[in-house]
């Protein structure tokens, strides 16, 4: 009866869009059936109706709250200060602080009437340099480009420079671009504030923006300090290739951001990494914003080294030749090599459940699983090498030029 019920009043409401209290009964019959995520997708249409009662509001953003739906939960709590329900407003922005808190880590509290305050309490990164395998030469661009204007800042208030500032890191996936902007955190003594795509991005008109804002309101917080923007591209998308608003807002947001027009940005590092850099708006390269552009290349062959060192620190091993294995692996990203790892693990763990023992990991192992991995980044630099053939006129990416003119690349691209 109750399945009877909700469908009749779905074609009635399709019928009739426009009728509020249409769509509120069934809303009510969806959370009466248990049918909960339904149910917050038509209050969703009624609070962008304005057509949700006020003495709803705090039940609406509850169950928002049990589902995750942090959207919808701040639509309630704006709705209610619009209102002017006090009560209810404290009560919806205390399950705020506390789905912000459980997905970033930092707490948050109750600030001014009209917004929310960060409490500074991000405790600091551990992760340094000496846990990043090879890429020396990175290593030196960054500090000399990130670290000394923090370690040293008073050799650059002597000659009027600010610290703080963007830089962007660039390359093909699976290299380390995460681990390194987490080690300059780290190398910096600095909270690193990380911000994935899943934690901005939301269907809801608005709604991405506002998560922005509050990302960088967090890193301000906690000043100094490293805010890392991971897949800059997606965040920052060329506003000449796409068609939507939706994606221009984003950008605008970010350039605001960027510029702390009305903010205080100093003593903060904004750090992000792209594996399209092509992809990202042109006015986010600009000086004060991402004007500092690290390539960030495929591990060299000493550097491979050092990453299988890493990768198998905690694996039973015997006879492991690493130079060996690192010269057969050129092109090889980080996450390339774990896998040829872990692919040779599987040849142990099948050895052993075929002898009873507990084989160590061997060459032998590993030069088995070998051919079943092949080099991700191989893709990326082919396209990589288009664009700058085609549209390099900054000089912008000159560094990737160099790498990809060096005799063993040209070879493996050929």
Same mark, same amino acid.
């Given at each position: 009866m109750s399945n009877d019920r909700i469908s009749a009043l779905r074609k009635a409401v399709e019928a009739n869009p426009d009728d509020v209290l249409l769509r509120l009964v069934l809303a009510e019959t969806l959370v009466a059936a248990g049918e909960t995520e339904p149910a917050l997708d038509q209050y969703v249409v009624l609070l962008d109706q304005q057509a949700l009662p006020e003495d709803q509001l705090v039940a609406v953003g509850e169950l928002a709250a049990a589902n995750g739906r942090l959207a919808l939960l701040r639509s309630c709590l704006e709705a209610a200060r619009q209102a002017g329900i006090v009560e209810g407003t404290g009560r919806l922005q205390q399950l705020v602080d506390e789905m912000i808190s459980t997905r970033t880590g930092v707490k948050v509290k109750i600030g001014q009437p009209d917004g929310e305050e960060f409490v500074s309490d991000a405790p600091k990164e551990t992760t340094t340099f000496d846990q990043v395998g090879g890429m020396d030469e990175i290593k030196r661009i960054i500090h000399r480009m990130v670290i000394l204007p923090l370690s040293r800042p008073e050799l650059y208030q002597k000659y009027g420079r600010r610290s703080g500032g963007g830089v962007m890191l660039y390359g093909p996936p699976g290299c380390g671009k995460t681990l390194l902007a987490r080690a300059t955190a780290g190398e910096c003594g600095l909270p690193f504030v990380n911000v994935r795509i899943e934690d901005v991005m939301d269907p809801y008109l608005g709604v991405s923006e506002r998560n922005l804002h509050a990302a960088f309101e967090r890193a301000r917080a906690n000043s100094p300090c490293v805010l890392f923007l991971d897949e800059l591209d997606a965040l920052a998308f060329a506003r000449h290739k796409h068609g939507g608003s939706e994606a221009r807002r984003l950008v605008d947001v970010l350039l605001q951001e960027l510029d702390a027009i009305g903010s205080e940005n100093e003593g903060l590092l904004v750090l992000a990494a792209t594996n399209a850099p092509w992809d990202v708006d042109e006015a986010m390269l600009r000086p004060g914003r991402f004007d500092r552009v690290i390539f960030v290349p495929p591990p060299d062959e000493p550097a491979r080294v050092d990453i299988l060192s890493v990768v198998l620190k905690d694996v039973p091993s015997a006879g492991l030749d690493l130079k060996s294995l690192a010269a057969t692996t050129a092109m090889f990203s980080g996450a390339d090599l774990r896998a040829l790892v872990e692919r040779?693990?599987?040849?142990?763990?099948?050895?052993? *459940?075929?002898?009873?023992?507990?084989?160590? *990991?061997?060459?032998?192992?590993?030069e088995r699983a070998l051919p079943g991995v092949k080099p991700s980044t191989l893709d990326w630099l082919h396209r990589v090498r288009s664009y700058i053939e085609f549209a390099n006129q900054s000089e912008r990416y000159d560094d990737a030029a160099a790498y990809l003119r060096s005799k063993d690349v040209r070879r493996r691209l050929s």
């Amino acid at each position: 009866m109750s399945n009877d019920r909700i469908s009749a009043l779905r074609k009635a409401v399709e019928a009739n869009p426009d009728d509020v209290l249409l769509r509120l009964v069934l809303a009510e019959t969806l959370v009466a059936a248990g049918e909960t995520e339904p149910a917050l997708d038509q209050y969703v249409v009624l609070l962008d109706q304005q057509a949700l009662p006020e003495d709803q509001l705090v039940a609406v953003g509850e169950l928002a709250a049990a589902n995750g739906r942090l959207a919808l939960l701040r639509s309630c709590l704006e709705a209610a200060r619009q209102a002017g329900i006090v009560e209810g407003t404290g009560r919806l922005q205390q399950l705020v602080d506390e789905m912000i808190s459980t997905r970033t880590g930092v707490k948050v509290k109750i600030g001014q009437p009209d917004g929310e305050e960060f409490v500074s309490d991000a405790p600091k990164e551990t992760t340094t340099f000496d846990q990043v395998g090879g890429m020396d030469e990175i290593k030196r661009i960054i500090h000399r480009m990130v670290i000394l204007p923090l370690s040293r800042p008073e050799l650059y208030q002597k000659y009027g420079r600010r610290s703080g500032g963007g830089v962007m890191l660039y390359g093909p996936p699976g290299c380390g671009k995460t681990l390194l902007a987490r080690a300059t955190a780290g190398e910096c003594g600095l909270p690193f504030v990380n911000v994935r795509i899943e934690d901005v991005m939301d269907p809801y008109l608005g709604v991405s923006e506002r998560n922005l804002h509050a990302a960088f309101e967090r890193a301000r917080a906690n000043s100094p300090c490293v805010l890392f923007l991971d897949e800059l591209d997606a965040l920052a998308f060329a506003r000449h290739k796409h068609g939507g608003s939706e994606a221009r807002r984003l950008v605008d947001v970010l350039l605001q951001e960027l510029d702390a027009i009305g903010s205080e940005n100093e003593g903060l590092l904004v750090l992000a990494a792209t594996n399209a850099p092509w992809d990202v708006d042109e006015a986010m390269l600009r000086p004060g914003r991402f004007d500092r552009v690290i390539f960030v290349p495929p591990p060299d062959e000493p550097a491979r080294v050092d990453i299988l060192s890493v990768v198998l620190k905690d694996v039973p091993s015997a006879g492991l030749d690493l130079k060996s294995l690192a010269a057969t692996t050129a092109m090889f990203s980080g996450a390339d090599l774990r896998a040829l790892v872990e692919r040779g693990v599987d040849h142990v763990i099948d050895e052993a *459940l075929a002898t009873g023992g507990e084989p160590p *990991l061997s060459m032998q192992h590993l030069e088995r699983a070998l051919p079943g991995v092949k080099p991700s980044t191989l893709d990326w630099l082919h396209r990589v090498r288009s664009y700058i053939e085609f549209a390099n006129q900054s000089e912008r990416y000159d560094d990737a030029a160099a790498y990809l003119r060096s005799k063993d690349v040209r070879r493996r691209l050929s």
